[in-house]
């Protein structure tokens, strides 16, 4: 009975030493020694987001839909320029270019572009093409689009974020060259 209660004594001993927070391996404080880096930095982007002006319910009534696009940079120090927001509709012809000049996002800074209510000319298979750039390479912006709409005390909202699908490159780096024409190939 004694050597099982000196068993038992030591088995707690431990079991307290491994729950006891001051003796976990770690702690709050910083530290020093560790180098942040960006996650997945890139130099530029464009991007696919797709949209709504209405979704459809009922027997197939539309139901209209405020268009917010939203681009954040998400950079902690460096600001980016967005070159260019071109708005599509269904049938993937542009609708609209919302930018004149590049507009420079300053670090964590946004810009919006609404696309109204009424404004049915996208239709529901609306889309953005956005294309931004960087002087150095950056995080990437979170770029999405947010629809909203209320009628009496019924509302919707939804987002869709953007899909990477061109990638800016420095001169400098390897980039893949485009395919070969016919004509240059040798058969």
Known sequence: MIVYAIYLDGRVDAVQKISSPTDL????????DLYHLDAN????????VPAYSHVYHGAGAPYLLTITLSVRNTSLDSEISVTSVRYFNTEGREVKSYLDK??????LGTTEVVVDRDDT?????????????????VTEPII?????????QQGISFARRGSVIKVAVSQ????????AEASERSD
């Open 172 to 179: 400098g780096e390897a980039a893949p060259q485009p395919p």
């Open 121 to 137: 000319s996208g239709g529901s298979g609306a889309n953005f093409l956005v294309e931004w750039h960087a002087a150095r390479p």
């Open 41 to 48: 930095p890139v130099e530029g982007q464009t991007v696919y």
């Open 25 to 32: 391996e770690g702690d709050d404080r910083p530290r020093s």
């Open 102 to 107: 590049p507009v420079r996002l300053p670090a």
């Open 144 to 152: 999405e689009a947010v629809m909203i709409s209320t009628n009496a």
